[in-house]
T-cell receptor
Framework: AQKITQTQPGMFVQEKEAVTLDCTYD???????LFWYKQPSSGEMIFLIY??????QNATEGRYSLNFQKARKSANLVISASQLGDSAMYFC??????????????FGKGTTLSVSS | DAGVIQSPRHEVTEMGQEVTLRCKPI?????LFWYRQTMMRGLELLIY????????DSGMPEDRFSAKMPNASFSTLKIQPSEPRDSAVYFC?????????????????FGPGTRLTVL
């Protein structure tokens, strides 16, 4: 079974609108972290936001917020006020275990976001 | 900060040739990861090191792949002999085990990647 599932291969949104990118995860470990990375066409991986399994509040970083629903095992990324520069591939990733530095990220297949003017 | 440095950025080689990819992690980071990205398989871990010691190499596809980390500031991923199915983008990432600043959740910082094409 896939550990990280991103069901939307492509999303389209107009500038200034909000968009939600879906991510569901599967783990039996009570300690885990969820990450979102952005990969523009230039290819680099850019960290966006993090949510820990014990965090009580949803993470926010500027225009990015994470809608964390632990019981549903979902960690959706919300981008408010989309900009043309947000057009990219977005990856959801998970790291399991208490010693999170010592484990690798498990990535979803990604969602391509296209923002139009 | 220079970030994670990878070289070369692009590599085109012929089947059967040896390929060596290089990575310099962020100074002070004690974990180094090698990932591979392909259209078919997405991003997958190949191997990772802690304090220069390989911890998990279960993602290394086969004996043609080898990785070393001779010191804290340098790692190599070698493919010998290379095959067309090795064509991919290879990322190096580093992190540290700490509780300050951005490292409080031990984010992995990625290098720009090496795009490998094996003809």
């Amino acid at each position: 079974a896939q550990k990280i599932t991103q069901t939307q291969p492509g999303m389209f949104v107009q500038e200034k609108e909000a968009v939600t990118l879906d991510c569901t995860y599967d783990t039996s470990d009570p300690s885990y972290g969820l990450f979102w990375y952005k990969q523009p066409s230039s290819g680099e991986m850019i960290f966006l936001i993090y949510q820990g399994s014990y965090d009580q509040q949803n993470a926010t970083e500027g225009r990015y917020s994470l809608n964390f629903q632990k019981a549903r095992k979902s960690a959706n990324l919300v981008i408010s006020a989309s900009q043309l520069g947000d057009s990219a591939m977005y990856f959801c990733a998970m790291r399991e275990g208490r010693d999170q530095a010592g484990t690798a990220l498990i990535f979803g297949k990604g969602t391509t976001l296209s923002v139009s003017s | 900060d220079a970030g994670v440095i990878q070289s070369p950025r692009h590599e085109v080689t012929e089947m059967g040739q040896e390929v060596t990819l290089r990575c310099k992690p962020i100074s002070g980071h004690d974990y180094l990861f090698w990932y591979r990205q392909t259209m078919m398989r997405g991003l997958e871990l190949l191997i990772y090191f802690n304090n220069n010691v390989p911890i998990d190499d279960s993602g290394m596809p086969e004996d043609r792949f080898s990785a070393k980390m001779p010191n804290a500031s340098f790692s190599t991923l070698k493919i010998q002999p290379s095959e067309p199915r090795d064509s991919a983008v290879y990322f190096c990432a580093s992190s540290f085990y700490g509780t300050s600043g951005m490292g409080s959740y031990n984010e992995q910082f990625f290098g720009p990647g090496t795009r490998l094409t094996v003809l």
